[in-house]
């Protein structure tokens, strides 16, 4: 049995006691190394994942190990950067889970596919088929957002019961039609034989004009009217919109009497819909009306965590805190930041930093004042005037103290930062080796020439120290 062979038998005994998402977070493009003396070395592709396995896994990997092979004694741990990298040596974990796939979700999402393809040729009105990747176990429950997420529970319990109609609403990127689409495939899950059928207010605006200058309306009734649960989003759009408000409401009243679920969304409360049917909006305040309120901080940055680990991004927790701290608006606008961070981290090869960060939110408009980052100050010149400001930004940057790294400990996890920082010191500053070797604890020039020029030829091929330097370079504005 081959090391990656090994370590996937590993993978797979603990793959039922991690769950998924921690699993594929942080066990992701890993593999064994050496065993040698009963010694299996485990390469992780990031310090950042390194630590966090060997303070929560290190022990169950051992275990799993030792199942696998008794004469597995320790495990170790070490980077190893190029892991990272497309093609790399690293183990895709995700490829272990293709057979686990929620059968009865595959089931009913495939019985619906082919039902909507036999009802284009026998008229028969079949489900429409949401976008699976909204579901209400993965929309993030906060204090201000709780009322809205149990009462789309229980509707997806219970379609037509007592929360019909539900009516949600907020303002713009809270998650409202992440609420309503979910409330459809959750119905879905739970009643495969149910027909639920989703559209936007624009759409349905569209398809009575059409239907109308088609002489075809008793189809458009009947795709409406013969349905289990109806979902309408933003429904707004349909103030001053005389048929289809007509049209509406029959399906509505139709719907209804027959005990069938509606859920509504909108971007204002009931009684404030201009230009809408009184008559409508009577009914809307018929069933449960809640609404969806700007996240608190503690709600944005679970957000930011949870859409960190689905798109298995790793961010120091600094950063994420100052996302959420400078981006309040919307639950769309955190995402928009995010995505522009995972965007830029890949294309230049760069650790997001708070620096980084804050140009990001300052350029996109996401904040009227950066709280807790100068960036007025900063942009456009270096903050860096001496070897103790770039010592404090790579110390920073590690983790360590600058004591530890001008000290004479030559512990492993300090060399690397050390030697970052020497080289950075007499390549931006041209300090000279032995001042430098000076300040690091009397160190001989020759120590700081072998470190400077370590550093450089590993730069050459160390695409995460490469990563490492850039971000230290942005924080120190160059």
Known sequence: MTNKELWVSVLRRLQPTIKKAHF??????????????????????????????????????????????????????????????????????????????????????????????????????????????????????GHDNRLPHAACCAVANMPGGIYNPLYIYGGVGLGKTHLVQAVGNEILRNFPDKVVKYVTAEKFVTEVVEAIGKRNTQAFKDQYRKVDCFLVDDVQFFARKDSSQQEFFHTFNDLYNGNKQIVITSDRAPSELDGMDERIRSRFGMGMVVELLLPDFETRLAILHQKCRENQLMLDPEVLDFVATNVQSSVRELEGVLRQIMAESQLFNRVPTIRSVAEIIKRLNKAQKIIGYDIEARQGRSIVKNAIDVL????????????????????????????????????????????????????????????CSQTARKLRTDLRLVRDVNAIKREMGL
Not at 71 to 95: C, P, R, S, W
Not at 123 to 140: A, C, T
Not at 432 to 446: A, L, P, Q, V
């Open 24 to 141: 594929i977070t942080w066990l992701q493009n890993t593999n064994i190394v050496s065993i040698e003396n009963g010694v299996m070395t485990v390469g992780m592709p990031t310090e950042f994942s390194l630590n966090w396995v060997v303070q929560h896994y290190a022990v169950k990997v051992l275990q799993a190990a030792q199942e696998m092979n008794a004469e597995i004694l320790k495990v170790e741990f070490k980077v190893e950067g190029t892991y990272a990298q497309a093609g790399g040596n690293g183990v895709d974990v995700q490829t272990l889970f293709s057979d686990e796939m929620d059968k009865k979700v595959r089931k009913i999402r495939n019985a619906n596919e082919v039902s909507v393809v036999k009802g284009l040729s026998t008229g028969k009105i079949m489900s429409q088929m949401m976008n699976h990747k909204y579901s209400l176990d993965n929309f993030v429950v």
């Open 392 to 451: 404090n930004i790579v110390a920073e940057y590690y983790k360590v103290s600058a004591d530890e790294l001008m000290g004479k400990d030559r512990h492993k996890g300090l060399m690397l930062p050390r030697h970052v920082c020497m080289y950075l010191i007499k390549n931006e500053l041209n300090e000279s080796y032995e001042k430098i070797g000076d300040g690091f604890s009397g160190r001989n020039h020759t120590t700081v020439m072998h470190a």
